[in-house]
């Protein structure tokens, strides 16, 4: 069992009876507290999908949920679902766009590494590969003899995602984007 302080993003854990997909984790460390860090989640239910935030303290033992995660790769958008394909044995996953909403900024037909995660057999989320890339629909023109580390812009991604990028870069080029922190990593591999 592992402690509050242990648990990370897209970690699926048993609270309350039910299984949750943690999403985000914000650590405060209160003044006059003997040591004692804060962990305020925001988890969803992977049966309701409801949100809840709770706090726990960072010595408070939690569960985690039987997860598994299988490689898959996008294949095709159905309304408000998105379906993905397992990598071997062809599975269909449909995930509701509302639960995946800040994944889809990083995902296009050619998104590779990607991840669906499963408890208890069903689809209830997808882990990102470290990096993605991605291409610039807008931004604004490119400037001759801007260096890669001066100032910086904004620019429109083919998903919709904005990132600032270094003045050097310009619309049409692909560039890879860190999935973690939503950075400019440098230009992709042509």
Known sequence: MPKASDIKKNAAIEHNGKVFIVRDIERSVPQG????????????????????DETFKDSDMLNFADLSR?????????????????????????????SIEEEVLFICEDTIGL???????????????????????????????????????????????TIQVPEHVSTGDKIKVNTEERKFMGRADK
Not at 73 to 92: C, H
């Open 70 to 98: 299988r490689p898959s790769m996008f294949s095709y958008i159905d309304g408000d679902e998105y379906v993905f394909m397992d990598n071997e044995d062809y599975t269909p996953y449909n995930l509701n766009k509302e």
């Open 115 to 161: 991840s669906v995660i499963l408890v208890d057999g069903a689809a209830v989320g997808i882990d990102l590969p470290p990096s993605v890339e991605l291409v610039i629909t807008e931004t604004d023109p490119s400037i001759k003899g801007g260096s890669a580390t001066a100032r910086t812009k904004p620019a429109i991604l083919s998903t919709g995602l």
């Open 33 to 52: 507290r003997a040591g004692g860090s804060l962990y305020r989640m925001r988890m969803y239910d992977v049966v309701t999908g409801g949100k809840i």
